[in-house]
């Protein structure tokens, strides 16, 4: 019997970037993909973070939308800090750094000429509490709103693309509810 490929070794290389290019265009230019990629893909995930809550989807290098037991679904960085619930931003749970003056943003250019002009642009870096990872980027006009990246529809991925419906599916969870989670900060302060 010819060996799985791609295998879970492999898929989990590709996830660290060490896959071979070779290797990659062969995956890439498969005819038929395996229909259980994204179950191997989420298992070698899994296999990868150093908690058990149930990882339902990947929305960046380190961070994860899980399912908790007590029923919430939560971003959590690789490090195991929890952002909470998925439908607010994660962005406001975590720590940021603005970048405003031509000093601090040029920090991070090679080339004062490629850098942004000050008082255009801020570059707003997006931390995680506990372990310090770099999560997001954004470079945006000043006072321009945090951006929301991604919301996805969870369980639509589940039942209509992998045709295996989470048991908790509910239309509550496709609620972007950051503008609730920034009203109760403001009432709380009042
Ligand atoms: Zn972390």
Not at 38 to 65: A, F, G, N
Not at 73 to 101: A, Q
Not at 138 to 147: L, S
Not at 151 to 166: A, G, N
Request: net charge negative.
């Amino acid at each position: 019997m010819s060996e799985e490929f791609p295998s879970k070794k492999d898929l989990a290389d590709l996830i660290d970037g060490k896959l071979p290019w070779e290797k990659i265009l062969e995956i890439i230019r498969m005819p038929i993909k395996d229909p259980d990629r994204m179950w191997k893909y989420l298992e070698v995930l899994q296999r990868k973070v150093p908690w058990d809550d149930k990882i339902l989807l990947k929305i960046s290098d380190k961070l994860y939308i899980v399912s908790k037991k007590d029923g919430g679904r939560i971003v959590k960085c690789e490090c195991g800090y929890e952002f909470g619930d998925y439908r607010i931003n994660w962005k406001f749970k975590s720590l940021v750094r603005v970048r405003k003056t031509k000093d601090e943003i040029n920090e991070i250019y090679p080339d004062e000429i490629l850098a942004p002009e000050e008082g255009w642009v801020e570059i707003r870096e997006y931390i995680c509490p506990n372990c310090a990872t770099i999560h997001s980027v954004e470079a945006v006009a000043p006072k321009y709103p945090v951006v929301f990246e991604v919301l996805p529809h969870i369980d639509s991925l589940y039942r209509e693309i992998l045709k295996k419906p989470l048991p908790d599916e509910s239309e509550d969870w496709n609620k972007d509810l950051s503008i609730d989670y920034l009203r109760s900060l403001l009432n709380s302060t009042r």
